[in-house]
C-alpha cells in the first residue's frame, strides 16, 4: 500500500485546498492530512487564521479524501510522521518549492502546481472570504510578496500585471501565475485586491485605476509624488468604500507598534529628538541606484524616516528642509530631511550608495530609545537613561525575513473590516509624506 502525506492549515477550506487533497490522493492509496494546530501556526508565522481547528479539520474531512486526519503542532514532526506511519510520498503546494527537499531522505517529495486561480465556487460567501490580489510589476520584491502571502490566511495571489514581456515571462515561470501584458482593465477583473510594485513614476496611474474598478490597493512607497494626488487617491478610495494603503512595511511589524507605545507612554520623557537612518547600497545599475528621475536615496528610503518621526511627533510640524548630495545627473546618493516641531527636531537620512548605520534614537527628557540597525525590520530595542546601568530591553518576535507578512496581514484584515482604524500608518502621515516628496520632486528639479 502506497502511503501520502500532506500538511496545512486549510482555513477558509476552498477550491485550492480541495484540488490539491484529490490529487494528493490519486498518489497513493492511503492519504494522511495533517492540519496545524493554532500555536504551531502562530510558532511558524502564519497570520489572519480564522477557522478553529475542528472546522478545519471537518473541512478536511468532508471532501472524503483523507483516510486519516492528524494534527501537526511542532516543528520537525514531519521527519517523525513520515517515520511512524512508512510514508512513501510527503505532498505540498508549488508555493513551497524546494522548502522540504531535505526530506528526501525519508519519502519521495512532490510538489503539486497550486491551483492559480480558484474560483468562489467553494469560497465562504460569508463571514470572511479569500482576498484574490494581482500583483502589478513583477520586480525583485514581488516574489518576496509572493511567497510571504502564504503566511497569511484568506489571502492569495491569483495573478499579476506587467507590460515588460521577459519580465512577465519570467514571472509566469518562476510562480506558474497568468501575467497579463497588456490588458490592465481585464487584469483588474480578475482581483479583489492589487498590490502595487511597479516603477514609481507609475504607481500614480495604477492605483487610480485600481481604485477606479473599485479594487482594494496596497502601493509601494512613494505612492505619489505631488501632496495633491495622495489627497486625490484618499479620497477616491472612501468614494469607492475601498482600503488604500501605502507600504512602508516598518510600520506593520508588531516590534514598531511596541516601541511607539513605550516612547508614547512617557518612560522617556517627553520626546525632543527622532534621528532614523536608512542606507543601502544596491547592485549598481539597478533602477535605485541609477534612475535619477524618480529614483535615488530620497524616495526610495526617506519614507522609512519619516515614518517614526510623524507617528511620534505628529506632521504639524513648523519647517522642514532638505538637503541632498547629487550626482551630476541630479541622483540624490544621500539625503537628510530635518523637521523643526515647536519642542522637538527630527531627522531622517537616507542613503542609495552610501552606508550607515541604520539604527533610530528617539531621545526624550528621561532617557532614550535606541533601536540597532536595522531598525525598520524591528526585532529588538532599549530603553537607556542616565545611568547608564540601567537598560530595559525589549525583543519582538517576527516571521521571515523581514516581516512583510505583517504589512499584507494589515491589509487583508483592514479589507474584511477587522484591522480596527488604520493607527498603524494613517492617510493623514501617508498624505503628509507626499507633501514632503513633492518639496524633494520641486528642489531637485532646480538642478536641472
Ligand atoms: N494550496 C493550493 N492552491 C491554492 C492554495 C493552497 O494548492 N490556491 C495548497 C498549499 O500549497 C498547501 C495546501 O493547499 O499544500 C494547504 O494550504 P494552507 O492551508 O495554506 O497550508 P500551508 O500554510 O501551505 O501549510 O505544515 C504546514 C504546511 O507546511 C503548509
Redesign the pocket.
Known sequence: MKKVI??????LFHE??Y??LQRAKALGDYLIV?V?TEHFDEMRG?LNLVDPIMTRIQNVRATGFADEIIV?DHEGQKIEDIQKYGIDTFV?????VGKFDYLEQYCKVVY?E??PN?SSSLIRKDRFRIIRIGIVGTGRITYRFFSET?YV?GA?VVCAYNPERESAKEFHDRTGLKVYNKDYEGFLQEVDAVYVASPNETHYEYVKKALEAKKHVLCEKPMTFTHAEALELYDLAKEQEVCLMEGIRAAYLPGFSQMLSVAKSGRIGEIRDVEATFTRIGVPGTREMSDAKYSGAFLEYGSYGMLPIFKLLGYEYEDVEIDSILKDDGFDTYTKIRFRYPNAMATAKAGAGVKSEGELVVAGTNGYILVPSPWWIMRSFDVRYEDSSRVDHYDTAIGGTEGFRYEISEFISKINGTGGNDYKLTAGESIAMAKVVEKFMEERKKHW
Request: glycine letters at 16%.
Open positions: 500532506t500538511y496545512g492549515s486549510f482555513d485550492g485546498h484540488k490539491l495533517g496545524t502564519k501537526e505540498l503546494g508549488s508555493d513551497w503539486l497550486r491551483t480558484i502564504s490566511s492569495e
